[in-house]
């Protein structure tokens, strides 16, 4: 008799809208504090400084306007799992778009101000099942939104990795919601049961072809924290680094993955 087939993770949309806003605001709060010099600093994506990062950030939200000002699909032929690999890795693209951002925008908070009103307008003023036209197909509003938790968590990784002593903080909430995503979405990359992979305290998936278990310890295990979890699913981070550095625990002969790493593109 075929296995039962696991039913998708459900995530509430107000607490979803709320873990957004609370990390946009955190980022909003630690760009105020930025000077000049800060604002120049190099990042490690590339040639972006900390200010085109930070123009960057405000497209997480603004993609939901974007994405409402076209005509909404007939029927919902994606799925929130399909998302993290179906983003278009059009670096140019976003570069550009970045710096453009950077130029037009010199008083960053006021134009983050204005992104955060228009993506809370828009939320008061649209259903959550509301279909997007989005890369992974189209969309639940309200699933879509989910995706801007892996957005800022990332861009919040990224600029306290650039700015010294910044440490903006994480969201309870965002970071649990990026997790659960970014880990539902190895599951579904590698189908399996013969590994477990433990991000405490937001997420458990099991992965990977092989022998199931069906009590006791499983026959591979990987264990980390949420962060080192979101650097290595977003190649901020190297399996192999992370393993060399004790930031995750790998035991069983299924539990390398890093032949599966990054998750998004």
């Not at 950030?57 to 993609?63: N, P, S």
């Not at 204005?114 to 197909?137: I, K, M, Q, S, Y």
């Not at 290595?232 to 035991?251: E, I, M, N, Y």
Request: charged residues 25%; negative net charge; aromatic residues 4%.
């Amino acid at each position: 008799m075929p296995a039962a087939k696991k039913r998708a993770r459900a995530y509430d949309p107000a607490r979803t809208r709320t873990a957004v806003l609370a990390q946009f605001g955190n980022v909003r709060a630690a760009v105020r504090t930025l000077t000049p010099e800060q604002l120049a600093l190099p990042t490690r994506l590339g040639e972006w400084s900390v200010r085109e990062l930070v123009a960057h950030v405000g497209t997480a939200l603004t993609a939901v306007d974007r994405l409402l000002g076209e005509p909404e699909p007939a029927r919902q032929d994606g799925r929130l799992l399909d998302w993290p690999f179906a983003i278009a890795a059009d670096a140019d693209g976003i570069a550009a778009t970045a710096r453009r951002l950077a130029a037009e925008h010199p008083d960053l908070d006021a134009h983050l101000a204005d992104v955060e009103r228009c993506f809370t307008e828009r939320l008061d003023t649209h259903p959550a099942t509301r279909l997007l036209p989005t890369g992974a197909g189209a969309l639940p509003l309200a699933d879509y939104v989910v995706t801007r938790t892996v957005e800022l968590v990332v861009h919040t990784d990224d600029l306290n990795a650039a700015v010294p002593g910044l440490d903006i903080p994480y969201d309870r909430q965002a970071l649990a919601a990026a997790t659960r995503l970014l880990a539902d979405a190895l599951a579904v990359k590698a189908p399996g049961g013969s590994t477990e992979v433990r991000i405490p305290p937001y997420a458990v998936v099991q992965c990977v072809e092989g022998p199931r278990h069906t009590r006791g310890t499983p026959p591979s295990v990987v264990e980390t924290d949420p962060l080192t979890w979101v650097r290595l699913a977003t190649g901020r981070l190297a399996w192999k680094d992370a393993v060399d550095d004790a930031k995750v625990s790998a035991s069983g002969e299924r539990a390398d993955l890093g032949g599966l790493l990054p998750l998004l593109s």
